[in-house]
């Protein structure tokens, strides 16, 4: 039977408010079962939704019960030491084949290329990217701008990412990398650190019951930006 999933309610919202203002062990384990109603299986549902919406539409991103990040921090080299995170989230991992698609090559996951979502009071937003990569597909990426920019703007500059997106974005350095002239044309692309993408939600897509759709159709905007970065060698 194909999982439901009827929307995210208001009392999730508020129960997230009062987690940031209660950031504690006393406060959360007593009611640990309202968060796991309100919060942990509404985004599973979501997830497994999501899954079969990628399957129909041949969107090559994976979305299960494998998805959704914990809400508990990792706080050992934090100075914050707050237990919970005040969000939800899901990461989808790249799965399609090597890049481009119809490209021949085996359909594998790509480690830190896919799309995110993020579910916190008045900062929920859907996107994606390439998020901290490792140097060398950080480099393969400065190559592909730098020896195949019609390329990367064929990608980027597509009607559909655009209206869904704007542009690509990130974490960037203060000059171009060593190794590319100052005044390169390519100047703001070589400088990102990241290549992510992402918009906000209003507060009637992040609670509506179609919230999957919505989703499916903003990842479906980025294939060919997610494509091309996950045709980089790691």
């Known amino acids: 039977m194909p999982t439901t999933f009827e929307g995210f309610k208001p009392d999730a919202v508020r129960f997230l408010l009062e987690l940031h203002a209660n950031n504690d062990r006393a406060w959360f384990q007593p009611r640990k079962a309202e968060y796991e109603r309100l ?11 999501l899954g079969e919406r990628f399957a129909a539409r041949g969107i090559p991103l994976r979305a299960d019960a494998r998805s959704p990040f914990r809400i508990y921090r990792d706080v050992r080299f934090s100075k914050d030491k707050s237990p919970y995170k005040t969000h939800v989230s899901a990461s989808f991992a790249w799965a399609g084949k090597g890049g481009t698609q119809g490209a021949p090559g085996k ?86 650190k990241d290549v992510t993408f992402g918009r906000r939600l209003t507060a009637d897509e992040a609670l509506s019951p179609r919230l999957p759709d919505t989703l499916a159709d903003a990842f479906a905007a980025a294939l060919p930006v997610m494509a091309l970065l996950a045709e980089l060698p790691a």
Request: negative net charge.
């Open 39 to 49: 919060l942990k299986e509404p985004l599973e549902a979501l997830c497994m939704v």
């Open 107 to 192: 359909a594998e996951e790509v480690d830190g290329v896919g799309g995110y979502f993020h579910f916190e009071p008045d900062e929920e937003y859907v996107g994606g990217g390439m998020w901290h990569p490792e140097r060398p597909r950080l480099e393969a990426w400065r190559s592909l701008v730098a020896n195949q920019a019609r390329r990367v703007h064929k990608a980027i500059d597509a009607p559909s990412f655009k209206d869904a997106f704007g542009q690509v974005d990130g974490d960037r350095l203060q000059r171009v990398p060593p190794g590319f002239p100052s005044d390169h044309p390519e100047a703001e692309l070589l400088q990102l």
